[in-house]
């Protein structure tokens, strides 16, 4: 909802937020552990990629196909994780996959125009940078998670500085950048961090399902933004199914302890 309503370049939003949000965690961390390790610099990077595309992705089409295409990092998550984490995919897994792909592909029905497609195409790029990001975080499961965030944040704020040469945006735009860049993503990242330590990495990217749920409803009543059909049905089957893939193993589990 914040991105959508500071009128400002998305590069140069991501940066600032970025920039703001570094402070916070700055004062949470007090002194970084900057081990400069390859899985805190790859997990750095791809994190300063999911913000970037993020913010991007929002300002070219709607929040929904923005938030909802983004949550197909499970799928990558799912694929990576038996490569790089050991964590291997069950049945479970491989059925979210395929229903995420079909899913996607419905967002590709609407009538699309330049702008939109290429909002699509970043909320996509998004996701596969989520997932690359999550799972070297946990690779440091027991060590710098937090840092790799903070450094992350210092990384889009410095890619986008070239991007902040264009006329500031008005008062309420600052307020937006500075609610973005300190709950949006200071504090929750820091949550963040601290909890995927003690997760799997998919548990990591399906247990926030709310925030698409959620994120289309506060954008709506602030603009009136609506989705496509077709983008609101393949939303509708990628939610599903992240949702079922995390649920139905759970329920069965407990379902045996009490038998």
Known sequence: MLIKLVDWNPIAIAGSRSAIAAIVMLIYLRKPRLT???????????YAGVVILFVMANKFTTAANAILLQYS????????????LKEKANRYDWLTIGLVFSG????FLDELDFGNLLGNIFAILSGISFAFMIV????????????????????????????????LPS????????LLGTVQLGISYILYSIAIKHVTALEAILVPVLEPILNPVWVFIATKETPGKWALLGGTVILCSVTCRYAFP??????????
């Open 36 to 46: 400069w390790s390859i899985d805190q610099l790859l997990a750095a990077f791809f």
């Open 73 to 84: 990092a499970p799928v990558y998550v799912a694929l990576l994780g038996s490569w790089l």
């Open 104 to 107: 996607m592909i419905l967002f």
């Open 136 to 167: 070297f975080l946990r690779r440091q499961k027991k060590s710098s998670t937090t840092e790799s965030v903070f450094l992350g944040n210092i990384f889009a704020a410095l890619f986008s500085l070239p991007f902040m040469t264009e006329p």
């Open 171 to 178: 008062l309420s735009g600052f307020l937006g950048i500075i």
């Open 250 to 259: 759970v329920i069965n589990k407990k379902l045996k302890l009490k038998t």
